[in-house]
């Protein structure tokens, strides 16, 4: 079903895809809060979507052919969304289940306040950079950096992991020129992590046609909070 979307407010927009179950929508541009809550759907947009993209999704899949604005899968609960281009700030934001797969890069505070519950694991896959509070307040869920198609050795912008209090971090390289906060843990991956984020990235590169292996010849770097990290005692009850 092909929705055109050109003349239709967020609500309408958002009653027309309710009635549907696959549906392709067109001429977006700008238009705030597609599918958000939604569920056992499955989306495809031609054009680039406003903010809050998938907000409070929980299990349809996504698919943009563009960039996607700020705030794309906030506080999403399930599903997946794939963006074939960039996109903008707060990616993630107090996301706490799904998937989420940048092709190119995301904009600042990327993941910011992510957590988990018990099964539910959130992951956002980023294949290019991302920019300044990667990862800020992050207590839980898995973030991928791969810094594919750029020459900087700087795949994340400052403040990486700023208040970081649980999850994961994996950034491609061996990042020895980022500047991380004290209350984290930076080090080589080892085989076990090697192995989780080839999962990672063979899911990437099946989306978007590279080559898994190229991107595996690589090291990587894992960061995870401290042990002694002072934040775990702000923001988790013994």
Request: contains cysteine; hydrophobic residues 35%; charged residues 20%.
């Amino acid at each position: 079903m092909f929705i055109d979307v050109s003349d239709l407010d967020y609500k309408e927009l958002n009653d027309s895809i309710r009635d549907s179950i696959d549906c392709t929508l067109t001429n977006c541009c700008g238009q705030r809060f597609i599918a958000a809550g939604m569920s056992n759907k499955s989306i495809t947009i031609n054009g680039v979507p406003g903010n809050a993209l998938g907000a409070y999704l929980n299990g349809a899949t996504i698919t943009v052919n563009a960039n996607a604005q700020d705030a794309v899968g906030d506080t999403m609960n399930d599903g997946t969304i794939i963006i074939h281009g960039s996109i903008g700030d707060a990616a993630g934001y107090a996301m706490r289940g799904g998937k989420m797969f940048i092709r190119d890069n995301a904009g600042y505070r990327a993941g910011i306040h992510m957590k988990q519950y018990k099964e539910k694991i959130p992951l956002i896959v980023i294949g290019g950079t991302a920019g300044s509070f990667l990862g800020e307040y992050q207590a839980g869920g898995v973030i991928v950096v791969l810094g594919l198609g750029t020459q900087s050795q700087h795949i994340v912008g400052n403040f990486p992991c700023t208040g970081m209090h649980g999850g994961k971090m994996f950034l491609r390289g061996n990042c020895n020129n980022i500047k991380f906060p004290r209350q984290v843990s930076a080090k080589p991956a080892n085989t076990d992590d090697l192995a989780e984020i080839r999962k990672y990235v063979s899911e990437y590169c099946e989306l978007f046609g590279c080559n898994a292996n190229e991107i595996m010849d690589s090291p990587f770097t894992v960061v995870t909070p401290d042990s002694k990290n002072p934040y775990k005692q702000m923001y988790v009850a013994n």
